[in-house]
């Protein structure tokens, strides 16, 4: 079993910042990615970032070049730094660990953290 527990989220001007963490714990070992996915009042749940064991990233096309994804492998913690926010990045933001073991895969959820970007 995985544990994801988010933090950092808040409400913050347009062209702000903010810093998400994600921490995990319990059989780290079988993570081999972790990000985020955010939805919006009414919408569907949309990917935002990621970052494999391995450290590759990858990033949504409305958040490149503003979000970045890293990680703290002592602190078994990743991190999404976003900066020039707008208000369509209102959402709340949802941390997963993708894992796999011989007997399978899946995905853990976080509870999730609210961030609200004022214009």
């Known amino acids: 079993q995985v544990q994801v527990v988010e933090s950092g989220g808040g409400l913050v001007q347009a062209g702000g910042s903010l810093r998400l963490s994600c921490a995990a714990s319990g059989s780290i070992g079988s993570i081999n990615a972790m990000g985020w996915f955010r939805q919006a009042p009414g919408k569907q749940r949309e990917f935002v970032a990621t970052?494999?064991?391995?450290?590759?990233?990858h990033y949504a096309d409305s958040v490149k070049g503003r979000f970045t994804i890293s990680r703290d492998s002592a602190k078994n913690t990743r991190y999404l730094q976003m900066d020039s926010l707008k208000p369509e990045d209102t959402a709340v933001y949802y941390c997963?660990?993708?894992?796999?073991?011989?007997?399978?895969?899946?995905?853990?959820w976080g509870q999730g953290t609210q961030v609200t970007v004022s214009s």
């Open positions: 997963y660990a993708d894992y796999r073991t011989v007997q399978g895969g899946g995905r853990y």
């Open positions: 970052i494999t064991s391995s450290g590759s990233t």
